[in-house]
């Protein structure tokens, strides 16, 4: 590992790299960096570079949350180690080049989470195949806040400069070509301001590396044209939200997709259709992980675009579980549950341990939705708040053993602490609604 290292740091000296960012995520998905001189990597792979582990249980406003290990401990420190095959030069940050370290001893690192989840499969002869789509809304300074970019409304699809004025759609893709992370292209999205950027499909730790890259990425490059990029599950009242499917096939060691069974209803074979009973079995916990934040209850509900029900149906997109068309090479599922808020590494995380559940109790799905999905006389209702879900997944212990105890608990907590600081804030509707007729 040091002669990679040596190796490594000799290659970005040539190319005129000097600072090393190492990342890693946290419990929110967030980026979380220290800047090391180009020449500090080989020590920092072989010892960590200490961070202290309260990073984890920070609130987005900067409050630590007290987790068991935490502030009862002395705010205690972590090691974080970088994996050198994630080492990528930033093209926009001239003389930068960024690295996602691993928690040493895993311990509630999102990345080691998923990084189990996959392992567990692999013993199975099973590696997860993981093709994410995100979309965001991107925001212009508006008094003292932000509206959204190019407020015309009808915009999905369009070509040219319709919905994009400023071509922010065709610099981004451009700017992040060279990244590493896989994008194919984009499109405008549904609402005003808002966007999504496809990236490639990849084994499901691959995969959430790039998704948590590309959200970063994408924020960074907004505030450096002075606006404001948010994967906030629903950042305004009178447009849609923002989701973020992911597309998971699964193959065998050799890559060949075992989801395609010509023989078997809809041309699934039973081991793709037991992955699919499992997320829907699991979905209500599931749920606290894919839709991590208060807001990300106000995407769900009756003709919102988005999932509502625990349903699956063929090429179907008001569904919650979609299959597409494609058979052979091309069979999965697409997950529709997650908004764009969740962390990446905890969203393939909890989709792999549901579908490595339903595979293993061999558990069959119900007929696939046939029509428009929102009756709700049809199927279970999702989790309708944050309580509910973290609720849920407190009482799924067959998840939670795949995902971890540490883990849980201190995601729990953090959640747990969102919710109080939420039920004490006075909104701006609440004083609309009273202030002047109480």
Same mark, same amino acid.
């Given at each position: 590992?040091?002669?990679?290292?040596?190796?490594?740091? +000799?290659? %970005?000296?040539?190319?005129?790299?000097?600072?090393?960012?190492?990342?890693? /995520?946290?419990?929110?998905?967030?980026?979380?960096?220290?800047?090391? %001189?180009?020449?500090?990597?080989?020590?920092?792979?072989?010892?960590?570079?200490?961070?202290?582990?309260?990073?984890?249980?920070?609130?987005?406003?900067?409050?630590?949350?007290?987790?068991?290990?935490?502030?009862?401990?002395?705010?205690?420190?972590?090691?974080?180690?970088?994996?050198?095959?994630?080492? +990528?030069?930033?093209?926009?940050?001239?003389?930068?080049?960024?690295?996602?370290?691993?928690?040493?001893?895993?311990?509630?690192?999102?990345?080691?989470?998923?990084?189990?989840?996959?392992?567990?499969?692999?013993?199975?002869?099973?590696?997860?195949?993981?093709?994410?789509?995100?979309?965001?809304?991107?925001?212009?300074?508006?008094?003292?806040?932000?509206?959204?970019?190019?407020?015309?409304?009808?915009?999905?699809?369009?070509?040219?400069?319709?919905?994009?004025?400023?071509?922010?759609?065709?610099?981004?893709?451009?700017?992040?070509?060279?990244?590493? %992370?896989?994008?194919?292209?984009?499109?405008?999205?549904?609402?005003?301001?808002?966007?999504?950027?496809?990236?490639?499909?990849?084994?499901? $730790?691959?995969?959430?590396?790039?998704?948590?890259?590309?959200?970063?990425?994408?924020?960074?490059?907004?505030?450096?044209?002075?606006?404001?990029?948010?994967?906030?599950?629903? /950042?305004?009242?009178?447009?849609?939200?923002?989701?973020?499917?992911?597309?998971?096939?699964?193959?065998?060691? +050799?890559?060949?997709?075992?989801?395609?069974?010509?023989?078997?209803?809809?041309?699934?074979?039973?081991?793709?259709?037991?992955?699919?009973?499992?997320?829907?079995?699991?979905? /209500?916990?599931?749920?606290?992980?894919?839709?991590?934040?208060?807001?990300?209850?106000?995407?769900?509900?009756?003709?919102?675009?988005?999932?509502? %029900?625990?349903?699956?149906?063929?090429?179907?997109?008001?569904?919650?579980?979609?299959?597409?068309?494609?058979?052979?090479?091309?069979?999965?599922?697409?997950?529709?549950?997650?908004?764009?808020?969740?962390?990446?590494?905890?969203?393939?995380?909890?989709?792999?341990?549901?579908?490595? $559940?339903?595979?293993?109790?061999?558990?069959?799905?119900?007929?696939?939705?046939?029509?428009?999905?929102?009756?709700?006389?049809?199927?279970?209702?999702?989790?309708?708040?944050?309580?509910?879900?973290?609720?849920?997944?407190?009482?799924?212990?067959?998840?939670?053993?795949?995902?971890?105890?540490?883990?849980?608990?201190?995601?729990?907590?953090?959640?747990?602490?969102?919710? +109080?600081?939420?039920?004490?804030?006075?909104?701006?509707?609440?004083?609309?609604?009273?202030?002047?007729?109480?």
């Amino acid at each position: 590992m040091a002669a990679q290292a040596d190796r490594v740091v +000799a290659e %970005l000296t040539a190319k005129g790299v000097d600072v090393v960012r190492v990342v890693f /995520p946290d419990l929110m998905g967030t980026e979380r960096s220290k800047e090391l %001189l180009v020449e500090q990597l080989p020590a920092a792979v072989d010892r960590g570079v200490a961070f202290c582990r309260a990073v984890y249980h920070t609130s987005p406003l900067g409050d630590t949350v007290p987790v068991p290990g935490g502030l009862d401990a002395g705010l205690p420190d972590i090691d974080i180690v970088p994996d050198l095959d994630t080492l +990528a030069v930033v093209p926009w940050e001239p003389g930068v080049a960024t690295c996602i370290g691993d928690q040493r001893g895993g311990g509630e690192s999102p990345r080691a989470v998923l990084g189990r989840i996959v392992a567990g499969l692999a013993e199975s002869g099973l590696r997860p195949v993981v093709g994410p789509e995100m979309e965001y809304y991107l925001c212009v300074p508006a008094g003292a806040g932000f509206t959204p970019y190019s407020p015309e409304p009808g915009n999905v699809y369009v070509s040219g400069t319709r919905g994009d004025p400023e071509l922010h759609l065709i610099r981004t893709i451009r700017r992040l070509r060279d990244f590493g %992370l896989g994008v194919l292209g984009g499109n405008h999205e549904y609402f005003p301001g808002q966007f999504e950027i496809n990236l490639a499909h990849s084994g499901a $730790l691959d995969a959430a590396d790039r998704a948590f890259r590309f959200k970063a990425a994408v924020k960074d490059l907004a505030r450096r044209d002075g606006q404001l990029a948010t994967f906030m599950a629903k /950042p305004f009242n009178e447009h849609g939200a923002s989701g973020f499917h992911v597309h998971v096939s699964l193959a065998d060691a +050799a890559g060949s997709n075992l989801g395609a069974d010509e023989s078997s209803p809809h041309g699934m074979s039973p081991l793709l259709r037991h992955a699919l009973a499992g997320v829907l079995r699991h979905a /209500p916990a599931l749920t606290a992980l894919t839709n991590p934040t208060i807001n990300s209850y106000k995407r769900f509900g009756p003709d919102t675009l988005a999932p509502w %029900l625990i349903d699956w149906g063929l090429d179907n997109r008001s569904a919650m579980v979609r299959v597409p068309p494609d058979r052979g090479a091309g069979t999965r599922i697409e997950v529709r549950l997650p908004d764009a808020s969740a962390n990446p590494y905890l969203v393939n995380a909890g989709v792999l341990a549901a579908m490595r $559940l339903g595979i293993e109790d061999g558990s069959e799905p119900p007929e696939p939705l046939e029509g428009y999905g929102y009756d709700a006389a049809r199927t279970a209702v999702l989790p309708m708040s944050l309580t509910a879900a973290l609720a849920a997944l407190d009482g799924d212990s067959e998840l939670q053993s795949l995902l971890g105890k540490d883990f849980v608990t201190s995601y729990s907590a953090l959640k747990r602490a969102e919710i +109080a600081r939420f039920e004490q804030w006075v909104t701006d509707w609440e004083f609309r609604e009273y202030a002047y007729h109480i």
